[in-house]
T-cell receptor
Framework: GAVVSQHPSRVICKSGTSVKIECRSL??????MFWYRQFPKKSLMLMAT?????????EQGVEKDKFLINHASLTLSTLTVTSAHPEDSSFYIC?????????????FGPGTRLTVT | QQPVQSPQAVILREGEDAVINCSSS?????VHWYRQKHGEAPVFLMI?????EQKGHEKISASFNEKKQQSSLYLTASQLSYSGTYFC????????????FGPGTSLSVIP
């Protein structure tokens, strides 16, 4: 089946530093990758949609300068949380989609638990 | 724009059935269902595209009503492994390019 990896699985960083999270589709090429944020016992909040070779589309309220997304290839997308603050602590999940818009199956990475101290 | 899910939570005994509903105020292009276990990533269950469609996956099936504004997920003869949070995700059309997830339904199956 379709496998998506995410690295790191957990990261603790100090306030003011930047953290990069990688999302890779291991056995397929993803037309689109999505980045979500999830708070405890809450739903998945879409942060941005990323297509290879083009700029990411950010959801309303998500700061593009703070959450930098790079989609370098059909198998790799990265999310960099810049100048992290304690309120950025969360569970970040990426997904890689197969298929065309409207019909896509999303395969999720295992998530990254970010803690900012 | 977030779809509405009901119930918020349900507790079942092994072997019992459950229905989880997902509804939208606008017609949808597609509905996706995912299950997430605690501390893990969501796992894709199925996608429905056509009004009136029904799909099955072992003892888990789903329907999409004719007006394409409501979907239900049916879990029959529940097993302990069915425990988790079920999310529906909705897409409004090919030009929207994103899936919006509902708030989730927590399902606990007990012996």
């Amino acid at each position: 089946g379709a496998v998506v990896s995410q690295h790191p699985s957990r990261v603790i960083c100090k306030s003011g530093t930047s953290v990069k999270i990688e999302c890779r589709s291991l056995d397929f090429q993803a037309t689109t990758m999505f980045w979500y944020r999830q708070f405890p016992k809450k739903s998945l909040m879409l942060m941005a949609t990323s297509n290879e070779g083009s700029k990411a589309t950010y959801e309303q309220g998500v700061e593009k300068d703070k959450f930098l997304i790079n989609h370098a290839s059909l198998t790799l997308s990265t999310l960099t949380v810049t100048s992290a603050h304690p309120e950025d602590s969360s569970f970040y999940i990426c997904s890689a989609a197969i298929g065309t818009s409207g019909t896509r199956e999303q395969y999720f990475g295992p998530g990254t638990r970010l803690t900012v101290t | 724009q977030q779809p509405v899910q009901s119930p918020q939570a349900v507790i079942l005994r092994e072997g019992e059935d459950a229905v989880i509903n997902c509804s939208s105020s606008k017609a949808l292009y597609s509905v996706h269902w995912y299950r997430q276990k605690h501390g893990e990533a969501p796992v894709f269950l199925m996608i429905l595209l056509k009004g009136g469609e029904q799909k099955g996956h072992e003892k888990i099936s789903a329907s999409f009503n004719e007006k394409k504004q409501q979907s239900s997920l049916y879990l029959t003869a529940s097993q302990l492994s069915y425990s988790g949070t079920y999310f529906c995700g909705t897409e409004r059309g090919t030009s929207y390019d994103k899936v919006i997830f509902g708030p989730g339904t927590s399902l606990s199956v007990i012996p």
